[in-house]
């Protein structure tokens, strides 16, 4: 992990705001992220506000199941972070309200990426997706998407994220992209990935199999790259030619939440300067608010920023939930 988790609250400098009466319930996630959360990020949320917090730890899935469970009028949370696949289909279900952008004032400074569907949430952290591989194992390095295709150095040896995570949808649509009439080309995209099988899959860590050896190439996290290369790993990830996919962690607020204000005070602060560059040194995650200067000493552990942003791909979630069940049986035919 890098320095950021050594941070206290007090080296940061955010504005103080009044205190609020009510408990927000901070969702996040477990592991490396709810120790970050505790240790650092949300006392620097407490000593700024004032508030008065609750971490809840689970995922995408929980999340929704429980929002669901107890109904729109009763939401168990004030605000919730969760991937943007997850996110579009609360959202279009009722569950979120649209942003009151007065109460997001660091909402104008985001990259438009980050500023999700017009002003209805925003992505607090992307972690940018290129073509990670083995620089001891691979004789010609990849500059492009295709390159999983050409390069008989790749054959069989290639790690892929399943169609569970939603790097694996991302997948199925990159091919569509690259090789059919557009990302919803489903027939030409399945018609491809066969062609690159047998493939290794995970549903989330691919460090082992890159770690052993297993696999050569593989869509990679940079930030998880950064931390192989500190652990003394030949390793090395691209931009690819065709552009990146991502991870991101989509903010919403909870339609009737009931912290509302302080939720969206919570947002504000994710989305601050002084809280991306923190998240930036602890998971090596791209700073989504224009305003941040990556500096010199985290440029290569975080080489994606500035410009290279406009290079992220980004999809039509709402389809991608509309055609779940055909995607994964298709997945799961292809990779038997």
Known sequence: MACAALMGPAMLRFPALAAAAQELVITTYGGVWEAFWRKSLVPAFETSTGAKTKLDIGFGRTFTSTLRAAGKDQPPYSMVMMNEVFASLLRKEGYFEKFDLSLVPHYKDLYPIAQTG???????????????????????????????????????RIGLYNIVNSAGKAMVMLTGKLFGSGPQDLDKAYEKLSELAPVLQTDFNMSTLMSTGEIVVAPYDFGEIARLKHQGLPVDCI???????????????????????????????????????????????????????????????????????????????????????EMTERWNRTFQ
Not at 131 to 150: A, C, E, I
Not at 297 to 317: C, F, H, N
């Open 118 to 156: 017009d002003g209805w949430a925003a992505v607090g952290m992307i972690s940018p997706l290129g073509l990670g591989y083995r620089t001891d194992l691979v004789q010609t390095p990849p500059k492009s998407w295709k390159d999983l295709w050409t390069n008989p150095e790749f054959q069989g």
């Open 239 to 325: 931009v690819p030619e065709e552009g990146l996919l991502m991870w991101d962690q989509t903010f919403s607020i909870c339609a009737n939440a009931p912290a509302r204000e302080l939720a969206y005070k919570y947002i504000d602060f994710i989305l601050s300067p002084e809280t991306q560059l923190m998240l930036a040194r602890e998971f090596f995650v791209s700073p989504v608010n224009r305003t941040v200067e990556v500096p010199e000493d985290l440029r290569a552990d975080v080489p994606v920023y500035g410009e290279q942003m406009s290079k992220i791909l980004t999809w039509d979630w709402d389809w991608v939930n509309a055609n779940a069940t």
